[in-house]
């Protein structure tokens, strides 16, 4: 089967000339403007795109492109031009690209480059392979789950906010450092530096010094100037990792320094002009810490601008096979092992598993330990991976109880539920779905997966008992 080429230019005699250098081998579309190009995506569903950069009227590539992203992460996109820069190049990269080519560079090298994509799996058989391999090149994972889905969504917004600060919550090994490098990738800060600075641990001396930097002699050991983490990632984001250690009498620092934007080193008085964006993450209760004292309200108050909370591996586990191949072809790689596969028995047993020790980064962890053990096994089966929750402990298994009183609790509450709103849910139907889902106040896709693994499928399943 032949590839098919979508050529997006308003230059006709370009678009001509390159039809016929790639035919026969390739099957050449044409459009000639943006909003004509995204409508030939969706309905002939090409295998690769080669794009204009400087488009007259409507949208221009790189706002194509974007748009191309929000709806196919995978399709492989060459940017062509006239007018190169380092500038446009850095962009139409960032949000995608491919490739970027001047058009005086000929089309002979776009007809190499298509090949090239050709051969790395860019015809839609392959389309999920390049999914894989662009996750790694840009170094964030593609989720497929709703709330996944509806997090990334919000990040070019965020992403756009060049000064104001934002909050990630979530429990320990969500991702909440990657989120904040992904944050900064998307950003107009991306070419500038990413500094990440874990605060817990920290004395108060020692964190003040870190942030703001000091002068020669403003402490024992301090025997030169150094610049602080603030003024090393000038222009670009300073993350600052578990910002609910950081020590009380810091914290009316940090807070003069993102209003202010401007910082004074330990042993000076003179202010000094900073121009970094700050990301703080914890996996702690802010609200809690301030009711305790720990932790300063108008901190809260400015770091809480934007907040992104992450949820628990365990609430997204349909994200679970993604990330596990993601893992198994990192790490297989490193440790040069042939191609390797997870079973259909192992990714189930996967996805049930809790995850409540270390969310993603436990997964990882697991996924490594497994090759280490197992990586000649061509197929990786459950016995690979030895979960801590499958061995108990004083013989109390700890997640075979929790799923025990999970289920009963899930039970009896939809129930309730279902004679709350009189209706009898047999397959269940979207609407008795979505009225359920509006009466528990928890999202219609949940409801479905819970009824699912509950067995409420058959027509007695639920009681028929009248609400009294």
Known sequence: MSTTVLVIDDDREY?????ALLSPEFTCLFARSGEAGLG??????????VLDLMLEGGRNGLEVLASIRETDSALPVIMVTNHPSPETEAEALRRGALYYLSKSAGRAEVLAKLKTSQEIGTTSRERDRLRHEMSILYGTFLFSSPAMKALDADLDRIAAARHTTVLILGESGTGKSHLAREIHRRSARARQPFIRVNMAGLSEELARSELFGHTKGSFTGAVADRRGYFEAARGGTLFLDEIADLPLAVQGLLLQAVEEREIVPVGSSTARPVDTRIIAATNRDLEKAVTEGTFRQDLLSRFSVITIGIPPLREHPEDIPDLARYFLGKYSGEMHLPPIELSGETTDHLQHYDWHRGNIRELRNAI?????????????GPEAFSLPADQPTMGYDYAQEKTRALRQFQQEFFERAHRAINSRIDAPRPADTRRLAELVGIPPQTVRRVLKNLGFGAPSSFSSESPS
């Open 368 to 380: 490594e330990r497994a090759l280490v053990y197992h990586g000649d096994d061509g197929v990786l």
């Open 15 to 19: 678009a001509e000339d390159l039809a």
């Open 40 to 49: 030939m995506i969706d309905s002939q569903r090409p295998d690769a795109v």
